[in-house]
């Protein structure tokens, strides 16, 4: 079964509000978890690192303000995304690992963001 | 950041042919792993090389690492429309398995 889990699957919304995404590691602890964003028939592209108990880490070009992290537990990291606008439509992926060197990641089933 | 470059970008065959995806870089891999990801949801986990000239098997899936890793490819035998979906190649960062750089992704159709 899945042993990272997120929330929700798909959210509509309108544009200027905010949107909470929920990435949960199921069965272990998570210091660190990522988000990735996918566009339609593309890659995965790193967002940001997510720590718990600190603040996340950005990859260039992406907006902190635009993109709020939170890290409040080792079994949750959320990622807001704030005053939405149409394109910021896409599909947010998380993943987790246990704790470890080396050890693999698992990714969330993704959340479908439709701004409109 | 290196840049991992997957070739081809799309792929439409037959059930029963076989394929062959490469993934490429200009710089040594620290190590690569190949992922298969279906519409709508997360990437899963096929496969980790780590040492130059590696070979493994996932049943119908060969996964080979090049020699002087900078290059892996992902060989598929006798394709059948479940093995359709998006396969991306990845490069681990910092040290670990769990901070990611994807390649560009195949898009693989294996029609009945």
């Known amino acids: 079964g899945a042993v990272v889990s997120q929330h929700p699957s798909r959210v509509i919304c309108k544009s200027g509000t905010s949107v909470k995404i929920e990435c949960r590691s199921l069965d272990f602890q998570a210091t660190t978890m990522f988000w990735y964003r996918q566009f339609p028939k593309q890659s995965l592209m790193l967002m940001a690192t997510s720590n718990e108990g600190s603040k996340a880490t950005y990859e260039q070009g992406v907006e902190k303000d635009k993109f709020l992290i939170n890290h409040a537990s080792l079994t949750l990291s959320t990622l807001t995304v704030t005053s939405a606008h149409p394109e910021d439509s896409s599909f947010y992926i998380c993943s987790a690992s246990r704790a470890g060197l080396n050890t693999e990641a698992f990714f969330g089933q993704g959340t479908r963001l439709t701004v409109v | 950041t290196q840049l991992l470059e997957q070739s081809p970008q799309f792929l439409s065959i037959q059930e029963g042919e076989n394929l062959t995806v490469y993934c490429n870089s200009s710089?040594?891999?620290?190590?690569l792993q190949w992922y298969r990801q279906e519409p709508g949801e997360g990437p899963v986990l096929l496969v980790t090389v780590v040492t130059g000239g590696e070979v493994k098997k996932l049943k119908r899936l060969t996964f080979q690492f090049g020699d002087a890793r900078k290059d892996s490819s992902l060989h598929i035998t006798a394709a059948q429309p479940g093995d359709t979906g998006l396969y991306l190649c990845?490069?681990?960062?910092?040290?670990?398995?769990?901070?990611?750089?994807f390649g560009a992704g195949t898009r693989l159709a294996v029609h009945p």
């Open positions: 990845a490069e681990p960062l910092s040290g670990g398995y769990n901070k990611l750089i």
């Open positions: 710089s040594v891999f620290s190590s």
